[in-house]
C-alpha cells in the first residue's frame, strides 16, 4: 500500500493498483476534512440511477459552486441523515477531479443530502435540482 501522490493518505491510498478512499473518520468535522478535495474538484456530471450510465455534464458555473461548497459541509453521518429524512429517490452525481479520477455520491433533493453523511447547502440544491432539469431536457428526458 501507498499514498496516492497529491492526497492526504488519510483519504486516498493504492494498493494492487486499485484506488482505496475513505469513507468515515472520527477525527473529521467536515466533508473536506474527510475527502481532501478542496480546490481538486475539476466539474460535476449527473448520471443516470438506472445503470449508472452518464447524462452529462454541469456548466462551469454551477461545477464552481459545487465545489465551493461540497468540502464546506458538516459531517452529520449517514445515519443521522437517513433517521431525520423520509426515503426518496435521489440524484445520482459524478464528482471529477483534475487528476482525472471520479467518485458517484447521490443527492436527496427534500432532504438537500447527501449520502456521504452531510446536508447541502441552497446553493448547491438550486444548482443540482436546475442543472438536472437542464441536462435532461438536452438529453431528452424530459
Do not use: C
Not at 455534464?57 to 461548497?69: E, G, L
Request: glycine share 10%.
Amino acid at each position: 500500500m501507498r499514498s496516492m501522490n497529491g492526497y492526504k493518505p488519510s483519504y486516498r491510498v493504492m494498493a494492487g493498483g486499485k484506488v482505496y478512499e475513505a469513507h468515515s473518520n472520527p477525527n473529521a468535522k467536515k466533508l473536506g476534512d474527510l475527502w481532501d478535495i478542496d480546490g481538486k474538484i475539476a466539474k460535476v456530471s449527473l448520471e443516470s440511477g438506472m445503470d449508472g450510465s452518464p447524462i452529462g455534464d454541469f456548466t462551469p458555473a454551477a461545477s464552481a459552486v459545487f465545489a465551493r461548497d461540497l468540502p464546506q459541509l458538516k459531517l452529520v453521518g449517514f445515519d443521522t441523515i437517513y433517521k431525520d429524512n423520509k426515503p426518496e429517490y435521489g440524484i445520482f452525481l459524478r464528482v471529477h477531479l483534475q487528476d482525472g479520477t471520479s467518485f458517484r455520491m447521490v443527492f436527496y433533493e427534500k432532504a438537500n443530502a447527501f449520502t456521504a453523511g452531510a446536508y447541502g447547502t441552497e446553493a448547491m440544491k438550486s444548482v443540482i435540482v436546475g442543472e438536472r432539469t437542464r441536462i435532461k431536457k438536452a438529453a431528452g428526458l424530459m
